[in-house]
């Protein structure tokens, strides 16, 4: 089932189901969730996929959930405010060194990434074992007094990597990259969110969603879309650790993005440069009070982007394709919205099990990078082609950068 205009129409026995999704497959469990979650009694309007769309816990990642009246804590996920940080810098590439591996290092010097295996450990540096004083003040001034009240009545948050994971990166598809647009401008742009602590947020609302439903719970078509209704005991509670992380997060950003800066200015052979000169930071994994359809609504945007009219976004590839700087339409439909990136073509089991060492070092020949079995699962044949997703969503932003890595750092 189609339509003349740039999505098409999923079936659904609930609520529409529009997805930007032309040249692009959508994986059968995907589908089945799309569905699952349309069939929501308080969606408002439809949903509206996006052409990065693939499986996520409860919802796909990839959705735009525009509800009243309700938040799914689940369909946000578990990587709270996660999102992408860019600048563009005075210099260009005839400025950088020939050999990029100090730069590298520098980068993974500055910035705490990777899992913290246990103290004392050769790997325990995905935290700051002291941080820093600009940390420290960052905390004390935008994020410690909601943290306290948060923890007076959830008292296990008390516990979490909270202020010792505020400016590192973490695992998995988080990065920090040293890019070249199509004038051979250099660009920092990074991948991160609310690390621990939002994890740990979202773990304690997801189980309070799926116990404050109590019998109700068996008659949703997923547990994972157990919902907190508005006026519930703990909606507002989730509405304040939701904003609070989102907030951890775009500082969180923000630290790094200074740091790399710092550490690259520091590196031999790089001139004097600035890092101002254009600057975006935004959220893709998170919650909204906007209006829409001529009613206030929440919109749940899970992979995704806010894409307003002249809104400034964010689009990565995996590690060896292109990214784009893009600029929002405002597209009505989508809920003025777009990806937030290339998508998942495969699990991480599946792309360990598919693609070698030596494939990964093909695919990333161009690129100062890791190139070791620990990141095959991100190894870009794991992603879907984002030429294939910049093209179905023409219509919901307008290219204003095109990036290529020629750095990046893997956590």
């Known amino acids: 089932m189609t339509n003349p205009g740039h999505y098409e129409l999923i079936e659904s026995d609930g609520a529409p189901i529009k997805a930007w999704t032309r040249g692009v497959p959508v994986e059968d469990v995907a589908r089945a969730q799309l569905q699952n979650t349309a069939r929501l009694p308080f969606?408002?309007?439809?949903?509206?996929?996006?052409?990065?769309?693939?499986?996520?816990?409860?919802?796909?990642?990839?959705?735009?959930?525009?509800?009243?009246?309700?938040?799914?804590?689940?369909?946000?996920?578990?990587?709270?405010?996660?999102?992408?940080?860019?600048?563009?810098?005075?210099?260009?590439?005839?400025?950088?060194?020939?050999?990029?591996?100090?730069?590298?290092?520098?980068?993974?010097?500055?910035?705490?990434?990777?899992r913290t295996v246990g103290k004392g450990s050769r790997r325990d540096v995905g935290s700051w074992g002291q941080p820093p004083k600009r940390v420290g003040n960052l905390w004390a001034t935008h994020l410690a007094a909601g943290f306290e009240s948060l923890c007076d009545r959830y008292r296990v948050l008390k516990k979490t990597n909270n202020v010792v994971h505020l400016g590192t990166l973490g695992t998995g598809n988080h990065f920090i990259e040293v890019c070249l647009d199509e004038e051979e401008r250099v660009w920092f742009m990074l991948h991160s969110g609310s690390r621990g602590v939002g994890n740990r947020i979202a773990q304690v609302f997801i189980e309070r969603a799926k116990k404050d439903m109590g019998i109700h719970l068996k008659n949703l078509p997923d547990?994972?879309?157990?919902?907190?209704?508005?006026?519930?005991?703990?909606?507002?509670?989730?509405?304040?650790?939701?904003?609070?992380?989102?907030?951890?997060?775009?500082?969180?950003?923000?630290?790094?993005?200074?740091?790399v800066v710092d550490a690259v200015g520091k590196t031999k052979g790089v001139p004097p440069f600035r890092a101002d000169v254009l600057a975006v930071n935004c959220h893709h994994n998170y919650v909204a009070f906007e209006r829409h359809f001529g009613a206030d609504c929440i919109v749940t945007r899970k992979g995704a982007v806010r894409a307003g009219k002249g809104d400034l976004g964010i689009i990565p590839g995996s590690m060896g394709a292109r990214s784009y700087i893009v600029r929002g339409k405002g597209n009505a439909e989508s809920f003025e919205s777009c990806s937030h990136g290339a998508g998942r073509a495969m699990s991480r089991g599946e792309a360990k099990r598919r693609f070698s060492v030596q494939d990964h070092e093909a695919a990333t020949s161009h690129v100062e990078c890791r190139k070791d079995a620990g990141v095959i699962d991100e190894t870009p044949m794991a992603y879907k082609s984002i030429d294939a997703v910049m093209e179905a969503q023409s219509d919901l932003v307008e290219i204003v950068h095109r990036l290529k890595q020629i750095v990046c750092v893997k956590g």
Request: charged share 20%; net charge negative; with cysteine.
């Open 43 to 114: 969606i408002h309007r439809h949903l509206a996929v996006m052409p990065d769309v693939h499986w996520g816990m409860g919802s796909t990642i990839g959705s735009v959930i525009p509800t009243i009246g309700a938040i799914v804590p689940a369909a946000v996920g578990v990587d709270i405010g996660c999102g992408m940080c860019a600048v563009r810098t005075t210099m260009s590439a005839s400025d950088l060194p020939d050999d990029l591996r100090p730069m590298r290092r520098a980068i993974e010097k500055a910035v705490p990434h990777g």
């Open 223 to 259: 547990q994972d879309l157990a919902y907190l209704a508005e006026g519930s005991p703990h909606f507002a509670d989730y509405v304040e650790g939701v904003s609070w992380a989102q907030e951890f997060a775009r500082i969180n950003r923000q630290v790094m993005m200074e740091n």
